[in-house]
Nanobody, 126 residues
Framework: VQLLESGGGLVQPGGSLRLSCVATGHSFSRYSMAWFRQAHGKEREFVAGITWAPVNPDIEYADSVLGRFTISRDNTKNTVYLQMNNLQLDDSAIYYC??????????????????WGHGTQVTVSS
């Protein structure tokens, strides 16, 4: 599956953005999806993940974004979203979408995924 992120941009602290990731290919509904980010000079880190389960999918967040970010998916549009509220300076990074076929989030958190997008830049600045 190929992934294309969009929705990044420049936002002031406290602002919001919604990232989208559209998957092309087949069987999107069988892929667990996750968002990662990589800030300048830092390693890529897990942000949020949602499993493939059609009912009550498992969802996990990094502690740093818990309560501020929300991951969701729309299988009819082959799209996963990341709603980001109350953005802070430390949230500035390139955000990457990832997919793993029937993957558990535990594997995805370590970066063991089948596909990566090219990323979208999020800059939080006053």
């Amino acid at each position: 599956v190929q992934l294309l992120e969009s929705g990044g941009g420049l936002v002031q602290p406290g602002g919001s953005l919604r990232l989208s990731c559209v998957a092309t290919g087949h069987s999107f509904s069988r892929y667990s999806m996750a968002w990662f980010r990589q800030a300048h000079g830092k390693e890529r880190e897990f942000v949020a993940g949602i499993t493939w389960a059609p009912v009550n999918p498992d969802i996990e967040y990094a502690d740093s974004v818990l309560g501020r970010f929300t991951i969701s998916r729309d299988n009819t549009k082959n799209t996963v979203y990341l709603q980001m509220n109350n953005l802070q300076l430390d949230d500035s990074a390139i955000y990457y979408c990832s997919a793993d076929y029937f993957g558990p989030i535990s594997n995805m958190k370590s970066g063991k995924v089948d596909s990566w997008g090219h990323g979208t830049q999020v800059t939080v600045s006053s």
